[in-house]
């Protein structure tokens, strides 16, 4: 409990966490649009494109493509579901709408307000990736009793991509660095052994791909639902927590010194 306290803050958190809330209630069909693209992603490319690929190699022996493509592209979509609420929409509301100033002018601290839009994103994200956890279940992609797991792992890829966004939008000066967001997003999504055994992948790519972020969540997705948990999955689990924590840290103190200067 104490540490999720040290990430996520106190109680006032939970102010900035309603108001977002209220906010989407009437944009409801952005979260549609969030639980739907990345089943569509899973019956084209899953299932499509598994009638031709055939079987690959898994940890406890051949698996359908579909099996194998399932857990890496849940760890995607976890990835997806807090990205744009901590980059695109974070940076709308301190830059231009001036969100963050009136909640200020309350008893709200800076770090309650990063460690407010982190819950949101984090939340946001829980929601996509269990959707997309009750679909694999349904088409029979989780064989292994391991998968139960699979949604608190989506926790930890959510809380390292959402507090990496934060930190990385406070050094945004205008929307056309969000290119670079976009630039930075695809490659992972494509090369992080998401569609392909790391195996296939050339030594040197290879090695690149063992560093990036989303990797460290495709592993470990995919280990869980295919029944082969190792201690490897903690170092995983270490990297994306830092990475959330570091990016919540650089966006408090970034975000005060332009707030409040």
């Keep these: 409990m104490s540490t999720a306290v040290a990430f996520l803050g106190t109680r006032r958190t939970l102010?900035?966490?309603?108001?977002?809330?209220?906010?989407?209630?009437?944009?409801?069909?952005?979260f549609l649009t969030g639980f739907l693209e990345p089943v569509f992603y899973l019956f084209s490319i899953g299932i499509g494109v598994g009638a031709l690929v055939g079987r690959l190699p898994g940890p406890n022996g051949p698996v359908d493509y579909d099996q194998f493509v399932a857990p890496a592209m849940m760890a995607a979509a976890a990835m997806n579901g807090c990205v744009f609420d901590t980059t695109f929409?974070?940076?709308?509301?301190?830059?231009?709408?001036?969100t963050y100033d009136g909640m200020l002018a309350t008893p709200l601290g800076v770090d309650d307000v990063v460690r407010g839009e982190l819950t949101w994103a984090l939340l946001r994200s829980?929601?996509?990736?269990?959707?997309?956890?009750?679909?694999?279940?349904?088409?029979?992609?989780?064989?292994s009793g391991w998968g139960v797991l699979a949604l608190p792992a989506a926790a930890l890829i959510g809380f390292g991509f959402a507090g990496a966004g934060l930190g990385l939008t406070t050094y945004m000066r205008s929307w056309f660095d969000f290119d670079y967001v976009q630039l930075a997003i695809i490659p992972l999504f494509l090369f992080s052994a998401t569609f392909f055994p790391l195996a296939q992948y050339p030594d040197a790519l290879g090695w690149l791909v063992r560093l990036s972020p989303l990797y460290q969540g495709v592993a470990i997705e995919r280990a869980l639902v295919l029944g082969d948990p190792s201690p490897v999955l903690l170092a995983h689990?270490?990297?994306l927590v830092a990475m959330g924590w570091v990016g919540q840290r650089v966006a408090g103190r970034r975000l005060g010194r332009m707030l409040q200067p």
């Design 237 to 239: 689990g270490a990297y």
């Design 15 to 30: 102010r900035v966490v309603e108001r977002n809330t209220r906010s989407y209630l009437r944009m409801w069909p952005a």
């Design 126 to 143: 829980m929601i996509h990736s269990a959707v997309f956890l009750a679909t694999m279940w349904a088409m029979g992609l989780t064989p």
């Design 89 to 98: 929409n974070f940076f709308f509301k301190y830059k231009y709408a001036k």
